[in-house]
């Protein structure tokens, strides 16, 4: 399960957050939010960041110049690159093509199941998609959650990622309904915008692997019990 934490704003957090076995730290490049912090102040992140952990750093923008996510992506030294904004796949593929060795990102904002069937003109020309909850003004951060049910049987055509309103309180509920390739988490794991509670971090960490044993059991379970069936007995 790929956990996404995004929104990180202070060395300390980052390092700390690393070390919990998360898989992606995300930073906001967007100077309007809340969360933003400068290219210099995420390359203070990273440099901080444990040398042992192996964890993604993903920059997220909005109808961002090309030019501007190059220079951001080299002074930062990011690995990944969220769009967030409403850029098209031919916007995403010319990001994709001026930088081949960076994870590329593309985030919809689900309004309806209709939003969904653009997933499909995307999945050629990214390697992620994310999914978030839809809202008129603000581009993530909500606390808003999607209808997890209708996610069911997504399928774009590549691994996505869950956003939108989870917490740990309704993690296993959100992954046992929609079955996603990761999770991303801002405010369900804040005190404040930019100012995460490890607590919470820690307790989504917990939860997560929580459900992982559970379904490790059941399906042993099942395999017990298809293995003693009276089919399967001389």
């Known amino acids: 399960m790929r956990v996404k934490i995004c929104g990180i704003t202070q060395p300390a957090q980052g390092r700390a957050i690393a070390q919990l076995g998360v898989s992606a730290l995300g930073f906001i490049c967007v100077a309007a939010s809340p969360r933003y912090v400068a290219p210099a102040q995420i390359r203070a992140i990273v440099e901080a960041l ?98 997890w049910a209708m996610l069911r049987d997504f399928d774009p055509g590549c691994p996505w990622l869950l956003a939108g309103g989870l917490t740990p309180d309704n993690v296993q509920h959100a992954l046992r309904a929609a079955h996603p390739y990761g999770i991303d988490l801002s405010s369900g794991v804040e005190r404040s915008p930019g100012d995460k509670d490890l607590g919470l971090v820690e307790r989504l960490m917990g939860a997560i692997a929580q459900l992982g044993r559970q379904e490790s059991g059941s399906t042993a379970q099942d395999d017990f019990i298809g293995a003693r069936s009276p089919e399967n007995l001389e």
């Open 50 to 147: 444990p040398p042992e952990a192996l964890v993604d750093r993903v920059g997220v923008f909005v109808d961002a110049p090309l030019e501007e996510i190059q220079q951001v992506v080299a002074l930062a030294q990011l690995t990944a690159v969220q769009l967030h904004g409403n850029e098209s796949p031919d916007g995403c593929q010319r990001v994709r093509e001026a930088l081949p060795h960076i994870e590329l990102i593309k985030a919809l904002r689900v309004r309806d199941a209709a939003t969904l069937d653009l997933a499909h003109r995307y999945a050629p020309h990214i390697d992620t998609l994310l999914l978030d909850a839809y809202h008129p003004h603000l581009y993530g951060g909500t606390g808003a959650t999607l209808d």
